[in-house]
């Protein structure tokens, strides 16, 4: 079969492997559709993100979906030619956090296509995957394009249910590349009464309106657009933060009313923060990272229409056209979520 394999920056190679078979528990899935995440982006033009680099060549991929073509032994509640999406998060279930259901931040945690620990966790960018049956949530009546996007909208979702209740409340979203689209329609569907949204691109931006954000700002067109909102304290009850940029937080954290709650998603390193309006403000600052429960519910809500990800798909392309899906998918003036299709 083939994978698509990082080895360096800007050296993305498509390898022939092996083709594993199902064990007890065990599924084998040919895949459908896989979706270039930001962690894939900066694998490909970076060979990783802060601390975390390359060491060795890498399978990426981890927004995937597929067909299943083999069970493997016990495995019960799904069916071969059935559509799963396939969840990245694979936490141990044995360790303090586990046991605490903080799955997210297992001790132990093989999420696909991490240059976190050494050796690193293989991808999900392969023709034919072998994953646990426990990963695979049914997709029946989704588009296998839907189905990878399972994995970004249980991101925000997450994130969501570390905000607490939304209903009602105003919210400010900091960039709109899929998380923060996303994000818009996680707090919309939560009860969010008014959605500003700021992006440095009218073409991100116009697919944030039509995701139903109220109001849209270009920083980069009109960079002082967020001033009117510091008055009397600030504006917005929740700031979704997903640039992980510094001017972003700050412009942020001075438009939020007291007490107002700030869910960081954006992973762009550590940053210098206005510690002294955080405290004056008793602003509340949450990190929100991966997810796990939500990726089942993401699969739900798509599936009964309660949230619609087609419009964020921009392209698909085949794998033998991966170059050229990385490139496209890294141009915020035309893309949104690029898709590589395994079909």
Do not use: W
Not at 63 to 89: H, K, M, N, T
Not at 255 to 269: E, F, M, T, W, Y
């Amino acid at each position: 079969m083939r994978a698509i394999v990082i080895h360096a920056p800007r050296d993305l190679r498509i390898e022939e492997r092996g083709i594993a078979e199902p064990g007890p528990g065990e599924v084998q899935i040919k895949l459908a559709s896989g979706g270039i995440c930001g962690s894939d982006l900066h694998y490909y033009q970076h060979g990783g993100f802060s601390t975390v680099r390359l060491k060795e060549p890498m399978i990426l991929g981890h927004e995937v979906s597929g067909y299943i073509i083999r069970l493997g032994e016990g495995v019960e509640g799904l069916r071969e030619g059935q559509l799963v999406a396939v969840s990245p998060s694979r936490p141990c279930g044995a360790c303090r956090y586990c046991q605490e259901g903080l799955h997210n931040q297992c001790l132990n945690m093989r999420f696909y296509g991490s240059a976190m620990p050494f050796p690193h966790i293989q991808g999900a960018f392969s023709e034919i995957l072998v994953a646990d049956a426990r990963q695979c949530v049914p997709a029946d009546g989704l588009t296998t394009g839907e189905a990878a996007m399972a994995e970004p909208l249980a991101v925000t979702l997450h994130a969501t249910r570390r905000l607490g209740s939304l209903l009602g409340k105003r919210v400010l979203v900091t960039g709109c590349g899929p998380i923060g689209i996303l994000a818009i329609l996680s707090a919309r569907r939560a009860g969010a009464a008014e959605i500003v949204a700021t992006d440095l691109s009218d073409f991100t931006l116009n697919v944030a309106r039509q995701m139903g954000a109220d109001r849209l700002i270009n920083m980069a067109k009109t960079p002082d657009a967020l001033n009117g909102y510091f008055n009397d304290k600030g504006y917005f009850d929740v700031l979704y933060e997903c640039t992980g940029a510094e001017p972003a937080i700050k412009a942020g954290i001075q438009a939020l009313r007291p007490r107002g709650l700030i869910a960081q998603v954006g992973l762009g390193g550590d940053m210098s923060l206005p510690m002294m309006a955080l405290t004056a403000k008793e602003l509340e600052l949450r990190g929100s990272f991966r997810f796990h429960e939500e990726f089942a519910t993401g699969v739900e809500l798509m599936q009964k229409g309660l949230i619609d990800v087609k419009p964020l798909i921009s392209q698909s392309l085949p794998i033998d056209q991966a170059m050229q899906a990385f490139e496209l998918a890294s141009d915020r003036q035309q893309t949104i979520k690029m898709q590589i299709s395994f079909n």
